[in-house]
């Protein structure tokens, strides 16, 4: 799905990535947990855990987007996710801080699938090691390196589809130093085992996901350290990659928020 406030329809049975979620009328991840920091700012590593669901009830609906024109608020719904995903990337691996995403999804007025993208909130997190890939990296602040996922402009949550770029944050690195600053990382998950439900009322699914098959581009504008770091992260990769998508997800149907009658302009 490209960014942007009109709906994509889709068609055809949902993906591996989707398919339990589907049968049971939920798709996105429990979220409000992902602030955006400022940057240079790091996040303890979550060891792959997949991010905790107590807090379900205060989930933030606020980046719910509008709805298209012509739907029906009860067959639509607004979905939020959390994820807890680890990185391999070139020669770096990481535990990024839990990232979330909100979108709708629903039926569109031809009976087709449609979607609508709402926003992505995440946080830096410290690459080991830091510039220099040493100790050094890791106790000079100066030499200090955070990586932080940023949407890439396309997604579909019945396919398991999203794009991501990710920026590349220190005291050293120019601003706007980022892989997939051009073309962003395409991700195509697969699903590790089946969902779990957590919880009926409000609805909480966990699952698992993958993709071990993604390419990694090199990094962009990053000045006279572009060469160099490059060559510390190891990229480009074309292979040896890996995301793992530990995540929970709920979601509330149109008619259940304030903007349940809230539409796209024309």
């Not at 608020?73 to 990337?89: D, F, I, N, Q, S």
Request: include cysteine; proline fraction near 10%; charge should be negative.
């Amino acid at each position: 799905m490209t960014k942007s406030a009109a709906p994509v329809p889709r068609s055809g049975p949902a993906a591996p990535f989707r398919r339990a979620a589907v049968l049971t009328g939920a798709a996105a991840v429990l979220a409000g947990t992902a602030a955006v920091c400022l940057p240079g700012a790091a996040y303890a590593s979550s060891g792959g855990r997949v991010p905790s669901v107590t807090t379900v009830s205060e989930t933030d609906f606020s980046d719910c987007p509008a709805l298209p024109d012509g739907v029906d608020p009860a067959r639509w719904r607004c979905e939020v996710h959390t994820a807890a995903p680890r990185l391999t990337m070139g020669k770096v691996t990481a535990d990024l801080a839990p990232i979330t995403m909100t979108h709708a999804e629903g039926p569109m007025p031809d009976g087709s699938k449609g979607q609508v993208w709402g926003a992505m909130h995440s946080s830096p997190t410290a690459i080991p090691g830091g510039l220099t890939g040493t100790p050094a990296g890791d106790h000079a602040a100066v030499l200090g390196l955070a990586i932080q996922p940023e949407y890439g402009g396309r997604s579909d949550f019945y396919t398991g589809q999203f794009s991501l770029r990710f920026r590349l944050l220190g005291a050293l690195v120019p601003h706007g130093c980022t892989i997939g600053a051009g073309d962003p990382v395409d991700f195509q998950l697969k699903r590790s085992g089946p969902s779990t439900w957590v919880s009926q009322n409000p609805p909480v699914i966990e699952f698992s996901a993958y993709d071990d098959t993604f390419t990694a581009p090199a990094a962009a504008h990053c000045g006279p350290l572009t060469g160099p770091l490059n060559r510390r992260l190891g990229l480009p990769a074309t292979e040896g990659n890996l995301l793992s998508y530990d995540a929970s997800y709920t979601f509330k149907t149109y008619d259940q928020l304030p903007t349940a009658g809230l539409h796209n302009e024309t």
